[in-house]
């Protein structure tokens, strides 16, 4: 296996797009990444297309728009992490020597459909008859899980909200751009407890896409070369209660013990992270999934301040999260998490998401994040978990 | 001109690890245990996830009485679904778990707790165009 840069990125702003096909924004998202990596169609010698709704085609439709080079076109679906799981089809066609430069694209149009997976037949449906198999629930209950575990509280996961939200408003292509504060969290109504509205993520359309090369090559495009240190793909393994709530944390536990080997850097290394938070519940879990911080820790974690943006919670919520504050805590790393507003707030277009983490590390590892650059980033972790189960870790330098 | 009257519709279980009795009391949920490596599973099982053996598997049947291993209060739902509920994990002691509604009491954070003893209770939930009913299981506190 050779090495493998990032040399072009993109995405679109997140939000709606009723009167674009979706492979108009994913042609968008692809032309973008091309020109950004200085690269011709005529060069890529492969496409890795994710799009959760049309499971087959999204990629050969992308190429009738901008591209029908005759090139091969890989069409990937997996839950949530359909767009990372293309990627890392890209990264391993690249790695293997197969090919020197290749495109993954991910994209999707969900529209205002409401609730995601709900099912269509009223007479057989167990839905809300057998509890909730709905996505709304299975994180409230994850989150439940872990203030049955540690005494989290609904504010304390309310706190990734106030966070992601406040960090959208520094990046232009977030879906949303407004700040909430606790109360605001707290007061808009209830999905799934713990969980209210604005602890959920958004639907919406959207699309980002990367353009990979082997690193040997990549300095003819750029000086700034990305390099994927870690791809990772893990999927559910047998745990007790996972077939009747589904365990989103073991598989991310796994896939971030195997990225770290493979990267050979641990979570203190990391300067930023991009998690996967559909809801504000997950956020927290995965703090821990990730090893950011200590079994039970994270609450104190995001109370502490390391996750926001500048490694300090602003001025303008010290009072929100004062009453979380464990002084003796030490935070083991200063990662920045979900600086671009995260799932919540940047948006959740599913099949655009993985690859759209992917290009705001790059962006951060580039120092082109604007606004809301880490400064003097160095190592970024991408992280995407979908339901049933596929979770995505990569990992990437400068 | 027939005397005969148009078929009636069947009465079936909504999930397939649900048995039903002559009577509402009669029924109950059931599982599958790989004789291989002990792995004990909600309903009928042709392999095995954990050992990847082929069985045979013993059907278990599943008590009445569970604890509530979390919970969830729903506000927003399909439209056949009146909201809020209460949807929980309920952790049996035969040592597998289901999901569930609980109904009995309010549907408020204050009202469930992390262990809360439950007991199941069967009852028509829905009926299709053909004129089969539906039961479904559910809990109440104990
Ligand atoms: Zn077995």
Redesign the pocket.
């Known amino acids: 296996m050779r090495e493998v840069a990032i040399i072009g990125v993109s995405m679109i702003k997140f939000g709606r797009y009723p009167d674009r096909k979706v492979e108009e924004l994913a042609a968008r998202a692809a032309l973008d990444a091309l020109k950004d990596a200085g690269v011709e169609m005529k060069q890529v010698q492969a496409l890795y297309s994710g799009n959760l709704y049309q499971t087959s085609g999204s990629g050969q439709r992308i190429l009738q728009q901008m591209g029908q080079t005759g090139i091969p076109v890989v069409n990937v679906a997996n839950a949530c992490a359909t767009g990372s799981t293309a990627f890392r089809e890209a990264y391993f066609a690249v790695a293997s020597g197969a090919y020197d430069i290749v495109l993954a694209v991910g994209s999707e149009q969900m529209g205002k459909q409401g609730l995601l997976g709900a099912p269509r037949d009223p007479a057989t449906s167990i839905e809300g008859r057998i509890g909730s198999y709905l996505m709304p629930a299975v994180f409230g209950m994850a989150g439940m899980e872990h203030m049955r575990k540690y005494g989290t509280t609904q504010e304390q996961f309310a706190l990734a909200s106030v966070k992601n939200h406040w960090h959208s408003t520094m990046n232009p292509l977030a879906q949303y751009q407004k700040e909430t504060p606790l109360d605001e969290v707290m007061n808009s109504r209830v999905v799934a407890y713990p969980n209210t509205l604005l602890m959920c993520c958004p639907t919406g359309d959207g699309a980002a896409a990367a353009v990979l090369c082997s690193m040997e090559k990549a300095r003819q495009f750029t000086t700034q070369p990305i390099k994927i240190a870690a791809s990772v793909l893990t999927s559910d393994p047998y745990t007790d209660r996972d077939l009747t709530l589904p365990d989103i944390n073991t598989l991310t536990r796994n896939a971030a013990k195997q990225a770290y080997e493979m990267a050979g850097i641990g979570p203190e290394d990391l300067d930023q992270v991009e998690l996967h938070d559909c809801f504000a519940t997950a956020e927290l879990l995965h703090y821990e999934n990730l090893g950011l911080c200590g079994e039970g820790e994270a609450a104190k974690h995001i109370a502490s301040g390391a996750p926001w943006l500048g490694n300090k919670v602003p001025t303008k919520y010290e009072e929100d999260v004062a009453p979380f504050v464990d002084k003796t805590y030490q935070p083991k790393t200063k990662a920045v998490v979900n600086v671009s507003g995260g799932l919540l707030s940047k948006g959740h277009p599913l099949g655009a998401t993985g690859v759209a983490n992917i290009a705001e590390i790059v962006w951060h590892l580039r120092g082109q994040a604007g606004a809301r650059q880490v400064e003097g980033a160095k190592v970024g972790l991408a992280h995407v978990i979908g339901l049933c189960s596929a979770c995505t870790i990569h990992i990437l330098q400068r | 001109m027939t005397t005969e009257a148009p078929p009636k519709g069947e009465l079936r279980p909504i999930v397939p690890y649900l048995a039903l009795g002559n009577t509402r009391d009669e029924d109950y949920l059931f599982g599958s245990r790989?004789t291989?490596?002990g792995?004990l599973y909600v309903g009928p099982r042709l392999f095995?996830g954990?050992?990847s053996?082929e069985g045979p598997f013993e059907t278990v049947r599943f008590s009445k009485e569970g604890e509530v291993y979390v919970w969830s209060i729903i506000h927003q739902s399909v439209p056949w679904v009146k909201v809020p509920y209460i949807a929980a994990v309920i952790d049996l002691p035969e040592g597998v778990s289901v999901n569930a509604n609980i109904e009995g009491i309010e549907p408020k954070p204050e009202n469930l707790k992390f262990g809360m003893k439950v007991k199941m209770f069967t009852e028509v939930v829905s009926q299709d165009a053909d004129g089969n009913q539906y039961v479904g299981y559910k809990f109440r506190p104990a």
């Open positions: 790989c291989n490596c792995t095995c954990k050992c053996g």
